[in-house]
């Protein structure tokens, strides 16, 4: 009898930076992590240290990057790592850097939570989640044929919003289910794909 083959995805969001610490509407800006944010990314590179990671993905943004770094310190076998911005954060336009705080003083509590927890509802001149999804499942489905075709163990560090759809789509999950999910900045997800 033929064993099932699978491979491994191991999913995990950035350490805490700067804007996320101080409640800012970080999107598309690139605020780095701060020095718990480094703790968290050695933790998550402790976490997976005895795993096999074959290729890595990351956005152009330093916190993917950073968090990334410390991961692969451990893993020599990884022998690509790529750059793809159909992961990156939700772009939140014209909020982007602005306070939660300011926000809510300008918008209210009821709009500040409708642009953060919305599924459909894109901030002035960003995203909705909804958008962030069709693009981050464009990318998975690319990723799915890569792992399938090459036999591959991959690492993503992502973000916040990022992980929402990857997460929806492995977990089964409805879109409030989705909409409600917190990320942890220091743990990982593994997911299996049949190859």
């Not at 001149?125 to 163990?153: C, H, P, T, Y």
């Amino acid at each position: 009898m033929l064993r099932k083959k699978f491979c491994s995805i191991y999913l995990f969001r950035h350490g805490q930076t700067y804007f996320n610490r101080d409640k800012r509407f970080t999107g598309w800006k690139d605020s780095r992590l701060t020095p718990l944010g480094k703790r968290q990314a050695e933790k998550i590179a402790r976490m997976l240290k005895g795993k096999r990671v074959d290729a890595a993905f990351q956005t152009r943004l330093s916190r993917s990057k950073d968090t990334l770094r410390p991961v692969l310190r451990f893993h020599p076998e990884c022998k690509e790592v790529i750059t793809d911005d159909r992961m990156i954060e939700r772009s939140y336009g014209k909020l982007q850097g602005k306070h939660h705080s300011t926000i809510e003083k300008n918008l209210g509590k009821a709009m500040l939570h409708t642009i953060r927890r919305s599924y459909g509802t894109s901030p002035p001149g960003g995203e909705s989640v909804k958008m962030v999804e069709k693009r981050v499942l464009a990318f998975l489905k690319d990723l799915l044929k890569k792992i399938k075709k090459e036999k591959v163990n991959v690492a993503i560090s992502a973000h916040g919003n990022s992980m929402r759809p990857f997460r929806r789509y492995f977990e089964k999950l409805t879109i409030p289910e989705m909409m409600q999910l917190e990320n942890p900045w220091d743990d990982y997800f593994e997911y299996k794909v049949r190859v």
